[in-house]
Each structure stands twice: as C-alpha cells, then as structure tokens.
C-alpha cells in the first residue's frame, strides 16, 4: 500500500501544481469575491487529496464514509483567469462516497482520477503517460477487487448485507428478553403507568410512542474511525429511532457507532464482542 500511495504521489504532485497556479487565491488579490471561492475550493481540495498526499497513521488511516461524504457533497467552485483575461468560473465534483467502505487503495487511485479530470476542466496541460499510468492503475485494481470477489463466490454487496444479517443475529443473542416473564423495561412502565391511574387503550398508546424509552448514552461509544463531528447528530437519530431499533430489548448492552458495517468485522468475527453495533448511516429496516 505504501509503495501504491508513494507512486501515485509522485504521479498526482505535478497535477496539483498545475491547477493551483490556475486557481490559487493569492492570485486573485484583486478579485475579492473570486479569492474568497477558491480559497474555500482550494482547502476542500486538499482535503479530497490528503488520502493520497499524507502518510496515514492510526486508527484514523481511512476516510471514513461520513467524511467522504461531507467532502463530496457539493461540488468544488473556482474562477480563473481565461486567455483572453476574463475570469471563467467552474463547477466540478470529485465522485461521490459509495455505500460501503472504500479500499484504501482504490480511493486513493479514484482521487487521483477525479483530479486528472480537473486538470482538463481547468485546461491544466497533463502529461499523457501519467495519465495513462494512473489509469492504468485503476483498471488493474478494479480487476483485482473482481478477481477477488469471483474467488470467493460472493459479491461486495451480498458481504455486507452478510454482515448485516450477523449483527442482527449479535443483538437477538444478547436480547434481555427474559422467558419467564415480560421484558423489564417493558413492565416497570407499565406498572408506573397504572400506578398513575392510566387505563389498557391509555397505555397501550403510550407504550408505542418513542418517548416511552430513553437512550443511556453513558453506554453509547464510537469507534475511532468516526468522525467526531458527527457525534452529536448520530445520539440524536438513535435517540429518535428506539423504537424501531427495539432498544427495550438491548438496553443493558453497550453501543458501539462506527463508520460502516465492514469496519465492524475482522473476517468472520466482530472487532467488538458484547457491544451492539451500528453504523453512523444506519437503516432501520436493515437493523
């Protein structure tokens, strides 16, 4: 992987040289509203590149599927200087964030693509082999992940879904549920509800509404992988969804949020035993 991210570096460097002496917004000193976009522009594009021009180290290594997102979400804005001296603005956008994790490799090679494609929107002049040996990069990867996929008789989806179904399975296994009785969460409102004078069709409302369950976030973790940023909305949607999360049967059992399902499995076992797991970007009909 070092060896991969280290050509690709040396390939991309050049590029990026280019298109910042066409859009750097010191520049556009004279252009105030032109050095305001491309400065903005300019720091999201390292952003988008930073997978492939910085050395990752620790469990922050990959860009996690929340961040992908936040960094694709709206297209990239400049304004640069046309032939004739005009100022000519452009709108481009880097590839979206897929529904899965990305491989290491193959998002630091998808990026380096998205930037050639910049280059020819800006009418940065590239190099024909680099890239050509960029793209060649991608094909061969792209083989490789088919390769593997064919190899192991399944494909990246029907993994996930896989996965998916085995965290379901975790929850139903470490459900409270108790087989002697009503679930305790369960009978001590009802039991306070009737104490407070509410008759079967009161409670039976009552009981099926959200605000029935509270989420203990004192046993809410996140993985390391996650962004921080996202904490905040994420205890939110929980909180909003525990009913259709069935939190009354899993609420003695800590909560362990990471980026995707892949990250929460180490080939056929969970990274995290005795938590329940979910996604920042969970689907309740998929929980």
């Given at each position: 992987?070092?060896?991969?991210?280290?050509?690709?570096?040396?390939?991309?460097?050049?590029?990026?040289?280019?298109?910042?002496?066409?859009?750097?917004?010191d520049?556009?000193?004279?252009?105030p509203?032109?050095?305001?976009?491309?400065?903005a522009?300019?720091?999201?594009?390292?952003?988008?590149?930073?997978?492939?021009?910085?050395?990752?180290?620790?469990?922050?290594?990959?860009?996690?599927?929340?961040?992908?997102?936040?960094?694709?979400?709206?297209?990239?804005?400049?304004?640069?200087?046309?032939?004739?001296g005009?100022?000519?603005?452009?709108?481009?956008?880097?590839?979206?964030?897929?529904?899965?994790?990305?491989?290491?490799?193959?998002?630091?090679?998808?990026?380096?693509?998205?930037?050639?494609?910049?280059?020819?929107?800006?009418?940065?002049k590239?190099?024909p082999?680099?890239?050509?040996?960029?793209?060649?990069?991608?094909?061969?990867?792209?083989?490789?992940?088919?390769?593997?996929?064919?190899?192991?008789?399944t494909?990246?989806?029907?993994?996930?879904?896989?996965?998916?179904?085995?965290?379901?399975?975790?929850?139903?296994?470490?459900?409270?549920?108790?087989?002697?009785?009503?679930?305790?969460v369960?009978?001590?409102l009802?039991?306070?509800?009737?104490?407070?004078?509410?008759?079967?069709?009161?409670?039976?409302?009552?009981?099926?509404?959200?605000?029935?369950?509270?989420?203990?976030?004192?046993k809410?973790?996140?993985?390391?992988?996650?962004?921080?940023e996202?904490?905040?909305y994420?205890?939110?949607?929980?909180?909003?969804?525990?009913?259709?999360?069935?939190?009354?049967?899993?609420?003695?059992?800590?909560?362990?949020?990471?980026?995707?399902?892949e990250?929460?499995?180490?080939?056929?076992?969970t990274?995290?035993?005795?938590?329940?797991?979910?996604?920042?970007?969970?689907?309740?009909?998929?929980?």
């Open positions: 992987m070092a060896d991969h991210r280290t050509r690709l570096q040396t390939l991309i460097k050049p590029l990026l040289r280019g298109v910042l002496l066409k859009v750097h917004p520049f556009f000193a004279h252009e509203a032109a050095k305001r976009i491309n400065q522009s300019v720091q999201r594009l390292q952003d988008l590149l930073a997978p492939v021009l910085r050395q990752p180290t620790g469990p922050r290594a990959h860009e996690s599927l929340s961040r992908s997102r936040e960094l694709t979400a709206t297209p990239l804005q400049f304004t640069f200087h046309a032939p004739n005009s100022l000519q603005p452009v709108s481009f956008a880097f590839t979206a964030g897929a529904t899965h994790c990305l491989d290491a490799q193959q998002l630091c090679t998808q990026r380096s693509l998205d930037l050639v494609r910049l280059c020819d929107a800006l009418g940065v590239t190099a082999d680099t890239v050509q040996e960029i793209t060649d990069t991608a094909a061969s990867l792209g083989a490789q992940k088919r390769r593997q996929n064919s190899g192991s008789g494909t990246s989806q029907a993994i996930t879904d896989l996965r998916a179904a085995r965290a379901r399975e975790a929850r139903a296994k470490y459900t409270h549920a108790n087989a002697k009785g009503p679930d305790p369960h009978a001590a009802m039991g306070h509800l009737r104490r407070n004078g509410g008759n079967d069709s009161v409670l039976a409302q009552r009981d099926a509404k959200h605000a029935v369950l509270r989420l203990n976030r004192t809410v973790f996140f993985a390391d992988s996650v962004n921080p996202t904490y905040r994420t205890v939110t949607r929980i909180e909003n969804e525990l009913h259709d999360l069935e939190y009354n049967r899993w609420h003695s059992l800590p909560l362990m949020v990471v980026d995707c399902w990250s929460a499995f180490r080939g056929g076992s990274r995290y035993p005795g938590f329940v797991v979910l996604p920042c970007e969970f689907d309740t009909k998929e929980c």
